[in-house]
């Protein structure tokens, strides 16, 4: 049987519910679910509560993901409202500013009226992430253009929306993007099956948009799963909270869009680990790299995920290849579906020297 070393990936958007939603996934748990699926670190969101925007939250969080991560990891920062002075003074510790254009599950919505003013803020080095459904992508790139800072558009919507970031980076501006994995291989096809476990934001689209998005994939950055667990009584609930997990899927799934041809195994690692790296400006984790047993392919369970929430969205889904062992800092974190790591081994990811967009 064949096995494939690969680098493992840099998951560079998740929500690991620490502070504040400890019941639907907590660091140590949210990164055994991320070794588990092959990911040696992911880009923690700030939509916390109390969400992650001044000098306090910032320390409690990263001394408790300091002392629970058994994977690598950067923090976001977001901005709650209210004076601008923490930016410039965390931005050399966060990975990037996370801004809320759209409604979603959170209390950092921002209004336009302040966009201006916190991009201009912001100082880098790490890009500012937006979350945009479609109207208000186009609002972030003119303020991108008008502050002249680079700006990363998280999940994007649609393959329209894609296209208009492409269009904005052909006039110069310094833009990257990243499209999920629910938006490549679930559709609303699915909603019927799925109900609340298929809502998040931005919303699941049309198979035929799901297929314009593959032949489009050239003009995509990154590949990150938003991770984002709720628990099936809070999915099942009256106001089900959009989000649904990815951590433990995402590479299975892409590894058999490998198989199929639809993608080759080189984009792959640059879609998940190199681009994420240089656009976050990182340095890759140290001593680290996966070993995929090369089989398939198979559906993916509804059960059986480390992720505290339980559950996935792609239970029944076609994936290939198994995550047999994972090598961090040069020791084996997990293998053979056991987790190796003690609490606290997981690593603040370092900052490259220079944090340009492209080499
Ligand atoms: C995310 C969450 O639950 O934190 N939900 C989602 O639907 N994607 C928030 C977000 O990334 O918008
Ligand atoms: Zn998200």
Known sequence: METLTAPGMVDAHVHLREPGAAHKEDIWTGTAAALAGGVVAVLDMPNNTPPIVDEETWRRKASAFRARAVADYGLFLGYAGGAVDPLPRLAPRAVGL???????????????????????????????????????????????????????????????????????????????????????????????????????????????????????????????SDHAPHTRAEKEGPNPPPGVPGLETTLPLLFWAVEQKRLTWERLWELVYTRPLEIYGLKPPAEAHIEVEWRGPYRLGARGYRTKCGWSPYAGKMAYGFIRCVTLHRRTVFAEGRLLAQPGEGRPLQRAESCSQRE
């Not at 409604?103 to 080095?125: H, I, K, S, Y």
């Not at 992430?129 to 109207?135: D, G, L, R």
């Not at 096809?189 to 489009?216: H, I, N, S, T, Y």
């Open 98 to 224: 996370k801004l809320y254009l759209d409604e979603t599950f959170g209390n950092l919505l921002l209004g336009r009226d302040r966009l201006a003013e916190v991009f201009a803020a912001w100082p880098g080095p790490g890009p500012i992430a937006i979350h945009a459904e479609s109207a208000s992508i186009r609002i972030a790139l003119e303020t991108a253009a008008g502050t002249g800072r680079r700006v990363h558009i998280c999940h994007v919507p649609s393959p329209d929306d894609l296209l208009s970031i492409a269009s904005a980076r052909e006039k110069g501006l310094e833009v990257t993007c990243e499209v999920t994995p629910h938006h490549l291989f679930l559709s609303t096809a699915d909603v019927p099956r799925l109900g609340a476990f298929g809502q998040m934001k931005p919303p699941l689209l049309p198979p035929a948009e799901v297929q314009r998005f593959w032949e489009l994939l050239g003009l995509v950055d990154i590949i990150a």
